[in-house]
Nanobody
Framework: QVQLVESGGGSVQAGGSLRLSCAASGYIVRMAWFRQAPGKPREGVAALYFGLGEIYYADAVKGRFTISRDDDKNTVYLQMMSLKPEDTAMYYC?????????????????WGRGTQVTVSS
């Protein structure tokens, strides 16, 4: 069983930055960040496929968010810049020991508990 522990959420003003972290306790080959705003479905934000070196971003965050990995710490980061009020959501990291659909929720076996990001205008 892999455990994912997120950190780094908080409240910022529009235009500000935050960095989220997700530390994994076991073997995984890919990790992604999803977010869910109240009343909306959970959506993919960024995904990183370790062995393939592939990175994907949702259109809404391209050019503002960066996903990266620290191999030694088995931790993935989401650097969020130029934050907008519409980025306000609970952010979840997800991971799986097998490759699968980048934004398909059922394709991720492990999920963190989430960390809240609030962006005020």
């Amino acid at each position: 069983q892999v455990q994912l522990v997120e950190s780094g959420g908080g409240s910022v003003q529009a235009g500000g930055s935050l960095r989220l972290s997700c530390a994994a306790s076991g073997y995984i080959v890919r990790m992604a960040w999803f977010r869910q705003a109240p009343g909306k479905p959970r959506e993919g934000v960024a995904a990183l496929y370790f062995g393939l070196g592939e990175i994907y971003y949702a259109d809404a965050v391209k050019g503002r968010f960066t996903i990266s990995r620290d191999d030694d710490k088995n931790t993935v980061y989401l650097q969020m810049m130029s934050l907008k009020p519409e980025d306000t959501a609970m952010y979840y990291c997800a991971a799986d020991p097998m490759y699968g659909g980048r934004w398909a929720l059922p394709d991720y076996r492990y999920w963190g508990r989430g960390t809240q990001v609030t962006v005020s205008s």
